[in-house]
């Protein structure tokens, strides 16, 4: 197991320590997908190249200044600088704000919402090559457009030359990245708050499963800002 990934993004202080150590089984799997998904054990259906360059994208579509976008930048700028500038600038064009998308559920009609889409153009695909190409569109799709998720768009990455383990591969990155980047984002406002000490106060609590997950680091540290604010 490598170093703790959010330790490393936040700093390590004794306070977000404890305040992560609440959670200790939380804090394990993210960890463990971190590694499992950046330091595979097999990268036959996705390479360690393109993990850097989707994560790179898919961090970096918040169009902030923002630490965990920093870290995967930086991974995909020594795995492949060429590609990764390009992809620097495909997502800073395709950055937007949402969820948004149609929805086509019975009564929900009129909560549709629309925004910008993204496909690279000519230049970009041949740049970055067919397959990358068509990831970061299922990236952005994923990101702002998931209730619009459709095997016809499975299709495309099949047609690019993504197996079906591949796209699997795919989708856990991206929604592992949303959710680190929210734990990250979350405890460094605490952090710069100066919450943290407060927010240690309570007993430790044991995590039962991943669920509890979205209940955990990101809202502790999200909802203490917000009330501070």
């Not at 990250?184 to 407060?198: E, P």
């Amino acid at each position: 197991m490598t170093a703790d990934i959010v330790d490393q993004l936040t700093g390590v202080t004794p306070e977000l320590d404890a305040l992560r150590r609440r959670r200790p089984v939380t804090r394990e799997q993210l960890q463990a997908s971190f590694d499992a998904l950046f330091h595979p054990v097999s990268a036959e259906h996705v390479s360690l190249a393109e993990r850097a360059l989707i994560a790179a994208f898919a961090t970096a579509l918040a169009g902030a200044d923002d630490r965990t976008a920093e870290f995967y930048a930086g991974r995909a700028r020594e795995i492949d600088p060429e590609r990764a500038a390009i992809v620097a600038r495909e997502a800073e064009a395709a950055a937007t704000t949402g969820p948004f998308g149609a929805y086509t559920e019975r009564g929900l009609e009129a909560e549709s919402t629309d925004g910008a889409r993204y496909v690279p153009d000519e230049a970009a695909s041949a740049a970055l090559g067919e397959r990358l190409a068509a990831a970061l569109a299922h990236t952005h799709l994923l990101v702002f457009r998931p209730r619009e998720a459709s095997g016809a768009d499975l299709g495309r990455l099949h047609d690019a030359g993504w197996s079906t383990d591949g796209i699997v591969t795919l989708s856990q990155l991206v929604s592992f990245l949303a959710f680190q980047q929210r734990v990250v984002t979350g405890l460094r406002v605490l952090q710069d708050a100066g919450l943290t000490a407060t927010a240690t106060d309570t007993d430790t609590d044991t995590d039962t499963d991943t669920d509890t997950a979205t209940d955990t680091d990101t809202d502790t540290a999200t909802d203490t800002a917000e009330e501070a604010a």
